[in-house]
């Protein structure tokens, strides 16, 4: 099953690099560019608004699923067209509900209207995740895989040709940015149902109402982690445009930072993706999982070390190289968030297993308490410190949701605390880091010097043995 994992995180990694790093750094930060901070700032708390009410939308279904479907693959037949057919109905109801709440939030006009289109896009970003969800818990993950670019490679071509093809003479609207998210999300929804119904070869419109009251039964914790999470994760730019007097423009500095971190985010979530069906799977057959634990947090733990090391030494560096206004404010932001994308990494690995076990109940106690601390940090910073207030809630709110994440895997998985292996993470944050932040004044190109510090981490992680040279060989040998 390692060896599995690793193989196929390798190719997935792949296709994501060759994507989502232009459509980042290329597109998405074009569209904040040439739309300017205040105009974005109409889009970002709008789109985090749109996925507060998630959990109508989804209700848990789609890590219910994954894990089910990973568990008895035999059931897909029997459950594609239930599943899918709840999930149009509360399609329906999460939009209704989005806009009721839109409304009495004071959202009217363009916001109101772009609201609608997002909370459409959510629905088919949300429809397109399940079925990939069904794709991945056949272990199909390289099928998986190019779903999960579609979108993203078609968003990148309708974009170019709208920023740069020169038929608009420079001008751009963000309603733009979210039609083209619209049709991106249609054609790869229709893909993805297609290849789907091929393994189902069964589909009915009959909703089994049965079926549907087990579905949201079984499902009910899931929706209560994906409601509890959203709200942690999502009020930050929401809370920034309505407590400060000028939020939109605000919002629009915070979510320059704040965009950027979710995009190295991407390579986390692309870890759960794999290893929620992987841990369901060997949970399901009695195998121990720790050496995958062990395994997964190396891999992840070390790149976003290395990552978040370099943007907090060069965060206006970076910024300046992407954004063309606003650079030494969304700086200060961005290096704070970026010591919280450690502890996000993280999640991905502990939350995750607990998710495969069904340790639901311990992951919404934590993510209860974490969404009140978030909230009342907010509440408090924002005011006082404005956007960079957001950030630093943000710190202490992951922060604390991974330490818990990790004390409650130990404790429910039986895991030791082993001291050597703590220790060699001691030592390749405190060498690492030592000499990374010593050599500084060493590189006149800040991005010579994050080449350095990615080489010098991997080679700490070869030395300490977290990293083994013959893995890697194998790995490379596709045995």
């Given at each position: 099953m390692q060896r599995k994992f690793i193989n196929n995180l390798i190719?997935?990694?792949?296709?994501?690099?060759?994507?989502?790093?232009?459509?980042?750094?290329?597109?998405?930060?074009?569209?904040?560019?040439?739309?300017?901070?205040?105009?974005?700032g109409l889009y970002a708390p709008l789109f985090s608004f749109a996925?507060?009410?998630?959990?109508?939308?989804?209700?848990?279904?789609?890590?219910?699923?994954?894990?089910?479907?990973?568990?008895?693959?035999?059931?897909?037949?029997?459950?594609?067209?239930?599943?899918?057919?709840?999930?149009?109905?509360?399609?329906?109801?999460?939009?209704?509900?989005?806009l009721l709440f839109g409304f009495v939030f004071g959202y009217e006009g363009r916001a109101f209207w772009l609201l609608f289109v997002l909370g459409v896009n959510q629905i088919m970003a949300s429809m397109i995740l399940y079925l990939r969800s069904n794709i991945s818990g056949l272990h199909l993950f390289k099928t998986e895989g190019i779903?999960?670019?579609?979108?993203?490679?078609?968003?990148?071509?309708?974009?170019?040709?709208?920023?740069?093809?020169?038929?608009?003479?420079?001008?751009?609207?963000?309603?733009?940015?979210?039609?083209?998210?619209?049709?991106?999300?249609?054609?790869?929804?229709?893909?993805?149902?297609?290849?789907?119904?091929?393994?189902?070869?069964?589909?009915?419109?009959?909703?089994?109402?049965?079926?549907?009251?087990?579905?949201?039964?079984?499902?009910l914790p899931f929706a209560l982690l994906v409601l509890l999470m959203s709200f942690y994760y999502r009020l930050d730019t929401v809370m920034v445009e309505r407590l400060l007097p000028d939020g939109r423009v605000q919002a629009g500095i915070y979510y320059q930072a704040y965009r950027l971190m979710e995009g190295f985010n991407m390579f986390g979530y692309l870890f759960a993706g794999l290893l929620l069906p992987i841990f369901s799977r060997m949970l399901k057959n009695k195998e121990s999982v720790a050496k995958l634990v062990q395994t997964s947090f190396n891999l992840i733990f070390i790149p976003a070390v290395a990552v978040a090391l370099v943007s907090v030494l060069y965060p206006q560096e970076i910024m300046d190289l992407l954004y063309v206004a606003n650079i030494i404010e969304s700086a200060e932001i961005f290096s704070v968030l970026m010591l919280s994308f450690i502890a996000i990494s993280l999640t991905y690995v502990y939350g995750t297993l607990l998710t495969a076990n069904g340790s639901l109940k311990h992951l919404n106690a934590?993510?209860?308490?974490?969404?009140?601390?978030?909230?009342?940090?907010?509440?408090?910073?924002?005011?006082?410190?404005?956007?960079?207030?957001?950030?630093?809630?943000?710190?202490?709110?992951?922060?604390?949701?991974?330490?818990?994440?990790?004390?409650i895997t130990k404790s429910v998985f039986k895991m030791k605390y082993e001291f050597?292996?703590?220790?060699?993470?001691?030592?390749?944050?405190?060498?690492?880091?030592?000499?990374?932040?010593?050599?500084?004044?060493?590189?006149?190109?800040?991005?010579?010097?994050?080449?350095?510090?990615?080489?010098?981490?991997?080679?700490?992680?070869?030395?300490?043995?977290?990293?083994?040279?013959?893995?890697?060989?194998?790995?490379?040998?596709?045995?």
């Open positions: 190719f997935i990694l792949f296709l994501n690099l060759l994507v989502k790093p232009f459509w980042i750094l290329g597109i998405d930060v074009a569209v904040q560019n040439r739309v300017g901070a205040e105009e974005y996925i507060l009410l998630n959990i109508i939308l989804d209700f848990g279904i789609t890590n219910y699923n994954n894990r089910n479907i990973a568990q008895h693959a035999h059931m897909l037949r029997r459950y594609f067209s239930g599943i899918f057919n709840v999930k149009l109905i509360l399609g329906v109801l999460y939009l209704a509900t989005t779903l999960s670019i579609m979108d993203r490679v078609m968003m990148i071509g309708l974009c170019s040709i709208l920023l740069w093809s020169g038929y608009f003479e420079g001008k751009f609207e963000i309603e733009w940015f979210v039609y083209a998210q619209f049709w991106a999300y249609f054609i790869t929804g229709t893909v993805a149902f297609i290849l789907v119904y091929l393994k189902a070869e069964f589909y009915t419109m009959k909703i089994d109402l049965v079926l549907f009251r087990i579905i949201l039964k079984q499902s934590i993510s209860l308490i974490g969404l009140v601390l978030n909230f009342v940090s907010n509440w408090v910073m924002i005011p006082i410190y404005g956007a960079w207030g957001a950030a630093v809630a943000t710190l202490i709110t992951q922060f604390f949701v991974i330490f818990a994440q990790i004390i050597p292996f703590v220790l060699k993470q001691f030592i390749l944050i405190g060498v690492g880091g030592g000499l990374s932040i010593y050599s500084v004044s060493y590189f006149s190109d800040f991005r010579i010097h994050a080449v350095a510090i990615a080489t010098l981490f991997g080679a700490l992680a070869l030395i300490l043995g977290l990293v083994k040279k013959s893995d890697v060989v194998k790995v490379l040998k596709g045995s």
